[in-house]
């Protein structure tokens, strides 16, 4: 595994696997990173991501896979239209509440799983990790789920 820094943020390769920790703004210059991958389908594990204002990558016709993608990263993610385009998300963070014992979580959403769903922007119910009761989301839809439309 290699360990490396852009601008401010923590970056672990192993493989086609990158592990991104911090801020992906201009000075993250992802495209140089994925060169460095090789071309085929990389995935992107953003659970320490914290903002993104530029992916800052050229065209490459790569599959670019974002898993646990991080609460405020998919708020970012989904008022970016031209990321749209670019990246394929696996599964993300996002807020729910339960309203039978009133508990907060931020619960990983799998993709695949809610297709679906998803798709028509709403949201799938996760059991509670405190009661097992059905949580709902905590937010508007279109905060996490505008980027799934279809
Ligand atoms: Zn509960």
Known sequence: MTSLRLGR??????GAELTLFG????????GGLLDRIGHGEVTIDTDGVSFVNSIGMRERGDTIVLTRVADVLMAQLNMIS????????ASFH?????AACGAESAPVVDVA??????????????PC????????????????????KT
């Open 9 to 14: 943020l923590d970056v672990e390769i192993a």
């Open 23 to 30: 801020r992906i703004d201009d000075a993250a210059a992802l």
């Open 82 to 89: 031209e990321l749209k385009e670019k990246v394929r998300i």
């Open 94 to 98: 996002a807020q729910y509440v339960c």
């Open 113 to 126: 799983a809610h297709a679906a769903s998803l798709a028509k922007m709403v949201a799938p119910r996760l």
């Open 129 to 148: 990790p405190e009661c097992g009761a059905p949580m709902d989301l905590g937010d508007f839809p279109e905060r996490y789920l505008l980027i799934f």
